[in-house]
């Protein structure tokens, strides 16, 4: 394949011509790979020609330019023929990397495919904007940019020789590539819900309205004190908060891109919620009831007021040692409500069932944080009858020998009441035993009287067995007595 100038004006340099021959007049063209049968084109320019492999002139000065002129048969002239085949650099492929980004962020794009035909080392310089504005530095096929400027950009690329950094190749085809603005969330609504409230309920606010410049879905998260000291986790646009605390509050929001969580707005306006608390004050503290005689009664009273702002929740017990004989008559319950300013009375009645100091207390339990639970001491005497039994009996102990298995033995404890008051006994602790009584397990004696108790024995195995009968009574001295029973089954 070989080069034939037919027309004139032309201008041929920095090209290499491998094997060149001799123009064959018969054909019109040269035999090797260029000829100029015109005669009227320029085979060099500025200083340089042309490389002949069939050149054989001399370069005494050593500037690469042979010292002779070469002719380019039949017609053409190289009057500054190489001494050296002309480096050409390979224009590389087309840059290949990401086609949307945005600002700020850097991004890698590469280039393969050049090359020097005289085997040199390529480096490369990439066009980021596509105008020769914005270029890289020199160097390997893949780089990096970040754009500060969102548009629409032609990237492309250039390669040269390593070796002689003047041999460069043209530009590659460009890259479209698309750069955005950074993602931005804009500001939330103000929450809404309600501006005042008391401490240890849970109230719902609800904010919105944000989006992101990217359409990417966002999440919110709320600033329940408005000085970011006690944050939400990020999630939905509406959420609960419970305030432990007294005090004004500036809830706010915020918002940020699900996808990029580093994407964050601003905050919101506040809305400012006042937080109260009731304060709860009871008088008296304490009351005795001071005497009371047996089942009669007597009743007090209590002022629970709410000194605070806002409503007190409370209920009432009775809890203590003696508490079936003390009751709340009015004013208590579960869950009772006191309005601020407000007071509510509570009235508990003491009934004795029985002689002797008694006590229990009033719990009252509410939502006051300081002052959570109140106990107000009950106490009150039951003054003993001036007729009072007492109760004495013949023995501490009943032994009934050895008995045969399945037969009875009775035995007779005598019980007298040495008093002058009815002696009232309840008789117990044989149950699950060989041992019974015979009769009532309620008995009353008459002041000055006994009673015959008939204790039975009837053993249904061989072997010892041992109880003991209790006698409970209301001898304030000796409540209660215990007789030891004693027998074994033969």
Known sequence: ??????????????????????????????????????????????????????????????????????????????????????????????PIGLTNGTTGTSYSYSTIGSNSNLGHSIEYQFDWKGDGSDLSNWGPATQSKTWTNGGNYNVRVRARCATDASIVSGWSSGFSVTINPPETVSPPNMPSGPASGRTGVSYNYSTGGSSSSLGHAVEYQFDWKGDGSELSSWGSASQSKTWNTAGMNGVRARARCSQDVSVVSNWSDALYVSISIPDILVTPLAYDFGNVEVKK???????????????????TSI????????????????????????????????????????????????????????????????????????????????????????????????????????????????????????GSSGVTIKAKKSYSLKVLFTPKSAGLETANLELSSNDPDTPTLEISLSGTGQ
Do not use: C
């Not at 050895?402 to 033995?409: A, D, L, N, P, R």
């Open 319 to 438: 809890t203590g040692t003696d508490v079936s004989m003390f009751t709340i008559t009015s004013g208590g319950g579960v869950s009772k409500t006191i309005k601020p300013g407000k007071t509510l009375t509570i009235k508990v009645s003491f009934k004795p069932t029985s002689a002797g100091s008694k006590s229990s207390s009033l719990r009252i339990t509410s939502n006051d944080p300081d002052t959570p639970t109140i106990d107000i001491l009950l106490t009150g005497t039951a003054p003993f009858s001036e007729k009072t039994p007492d109760i004495s009996v013949a023995q501490t102990t009943l032994d009934f020998g050895s008995v045969k298995v399945g037969k009875k033995v009775t035995k007779t404890l005598k019980i007298t009441n040495n008093g002058t008051g009815d002696l009232v006994i309840t008789l117990s602790g044989l149950e699950g035993t060989d041992f019974s009584i015979q």
């Open 1 to 94: 394949m070989g080069l034939v100038a037919w027309d004139s004006d032309n201008v041929f340099y920095h090209n290499n011509f491998l094997g060149n021959g001799t123009f064959s007049p018969s054909f019109g063209w040269g035999q090797g790979q260029a000829s100029d049968p015109s005669g009227g084109n320029n085979w060099d320019y500025q200083g340089e020609g042309n490389f002949w492999s069939d050149y054989t002139g001399n370069d005494a000065d050593g500037n690469g330019i042979g010292d002779t002129l070469y002719v380019v048969a039949p017609n053409g002239i190289d009057h500054y023929p190489l001494m050296a085949p002309h480096e050409i650099v390979s224009i590389p492929s087309t």
């Open 297 to 315: 009664s007597k009743t007090a009273s209590s002022k629970v007021k709410n000194n605070g702002k806002a409503d007190l929740l409370i209920s």
